[in-house]
């Protein structure tokens, strides 16, 4: 087969199933693309004369395929979920039947938000994911995962639609119990040239971090250093450096590394280093939230983020992304965990001696005051950017 951009792809598929035996006698009947190839019956399969194993080969291909098609217009979850689970051993199969629920779920972007009698946040979002979950999806990801560890692709849509599920607390405890920490970890360990599967595997473990049972977990399994080397592996691609900055934070925030060396492990100077390479929004709102965390409750990690630049680091990405709310609120938070003798999870002390008056100073230097006023009065319904923005004018002793 001489291959044009059709026949190179079906050329892929046959030795991906190791039938590629069977191309001169595809090419000669004009199939040229997985398309024609279902056109294909079992009777010009025997017809063809293809040695047996070939022919046999061949057979449960396109078995395959037509289980792909099938699932690729399926919009029935249940039905999808039955067919991962009754063709297991095949990753085709795994890969279509993930991405199609993919299709299928709602996304946070599209959630709508409200909050309860006390003030929390609720996604109508989580109850579509608990459906799923109670539909098996988290049990069919978790076996493929685990089935499949040497495909880069299913350990990336897998993480994917996890990390949506995990989003929902009860999930997350389910996912956890049933060895989702060491699937997800294996994943991205095994998989260190795939930024796909390295950006999706951070953000599902900085979604399980979200609760400090996980994230002890996490830590003490060796998920902080695989989420620097994802780091250091992938330093030009935003979405690695964004979902990083995310797992990082999310993990400091039960402060895991109390009993470590935090610079030595590299966190701080992992978030500062994607801020100053990584010039995107979405990498500069993770990085501010991840550095508000971690100076959290911790004064050595306050005064390492002020004398490593990442005062500067804020206020640069204030500056560049002056239109974007989330960087100006995620700015103002970090800001303001910096610049506080508690955490803005906590209670605020705002007057302290010593290092965190020279932090307030430096912060007040670089104009982030004036900064900060002028995003204020450009987002006056941003709850997140409001609340903390004041707080941090406050803590200045600059708010009028």
């Known amino acids: 087969m001489s291959p044009g951009k059709g026949d190179d792809a079906l050329l892929l598929l046959l030795r991906d199933h190791?039938?590629?035996?069977?191309?001169?006698?595809?090419?000669?009947?004009?199939?040229?693309?997985?398309?024609?190839?279902?056109?294909?019956?079992?009777?010009?399969?025997?017809?063809?004369?293809l040695p047996t194993f070939v022919a046999r080969r061949f057979a449960k291909m396109l078995e395959v395929l037509r289980v792909v098609q099938v699932l690729e217009e399926s919009t029935d979850v249940p039905e999808i979920v039955a067919a991962m689970r009754g063709h297991a051993g095949r990753a085709g199969v795994q890969a279509a039947g993930c991405r199609r629920i993919r299709l299928l779920m709602p996304t946070p972007e599209g959630c709508e938000y409200s909050r309860n009698t006390n003030g929390e946040a609720l996604s109508s979002c989580q109850s579509a994911y608990a459906k799923l979950a109670d539909d098996g999806v988290d049990d069919v990801l978790l076996a493929a995962m685990q089935m499949h560890t040497s495909s880069g692709e299913v350990q990336r849509l897998a993480c994917r639609v996890l990390s949506f599920l995990l989003r929902v607390d009860t999930i997350s405890v389910d996912?956890?119990?049933?060895?989702?920490?060491?699937?997800?970890?294996?994943?991205?360990?095994?998989?260190?040239?795939?930024?796909?599967?390295?950006?999706?595997?951070?953000?599902?473990?900085?979604?399980?971090?979200?609760?400090?049972?996980?994230?002890?977990?996490?830590?003490?399994?060796?998920?902080?250093q695989a989420v620097l080397q994802a780091m250091k592996a992938h330093g030009s691609s935003a979405g690695v450096q964004r979902s990083g900055c995310f797992a990082l934070g999310n993990l400091c925030a039960w402060d895991v590394w109390s009993n470590a060396d935090n610079q030595a492990i590299g966190g701080i100077e992992a978030v500062l280093k994607a801020m100053r390479d990584v010039s995107s929004a979405g990498v500069q709102e993770s990085g501010c939230l991840s550095l508000g965390k971690l100076a959290s409750n911790n004064a050595d990690q306050?005064?390492?983020?002020?004398?490593?630049?990442?005062?500067?680091?804020?206020?640069?990405?204030?500056?560049?992304?002056?239109?974007?709310?989330?960087?100006?609120?995620?700015?103002?938070?970090?800001?303001?965990?910096?610049?506080?003798?508690?955490?803005?999870?906590?209670?605020?002390?705002?007057?302290?001696?010593?290092?965190?008056?020279?932090?307030?100073?430096?912060?007040?230097?670089?104009?982030?005051?004036?900064?900060?006023?002028?995003?204020?009065?450009?987002?006056?319904r941003h709850e997140v950017l409001q609340s903390n923005g004041k707080k941090l004018l406050g803590t200045l002793g600059q708010f009028r």
């Open 18 to 49: 190791e039938v590629e035996d069977a191309a001169p006698w595809l090419q000669r009947g004009g199939v040229t693309s997985r398309k024609h190839l279902l056109d294909v019956t079992e009777e010009d399969v025997q017809a063809a004369g």
């Open 302 to 380: 306050r005064e390492t983020i002020a004398a490593n630049g990442g005062i500067e680091a804020v206020v640069k990405a204030m500056v560049v992304h002056g239109s974007n709310a989330g960087v100006l609120a995620s700015g103002c938070v970090a800001l303001l965990s910096v610049s506080c003798e508690e955490s803005m999870w906590g209670t605020f002390s705002f007057s302290g001696p010593g290092a965190q008056a020279a932090i307030r100073a430096k912060i007040l230097e670089v104009g982030a005051a004036e900064l900060v006023r002028r995003a204020l009065a450009a987002f006056p």
């Open 175 to 224: 996912i956890a119990a049933k060895g989702g920490i060491e699937v997800v970890l294996k994943a991205v360990e095994a998989h260190g040239s795939s930024s796909g599967a390295q950006e999706w595997g951070c953000i599902a473990l900085g979604n399980l971090a979200t609760r400090e049972d996980n994230s002890l977990a996490i830590a003490k399994k060796g998920g902080i």
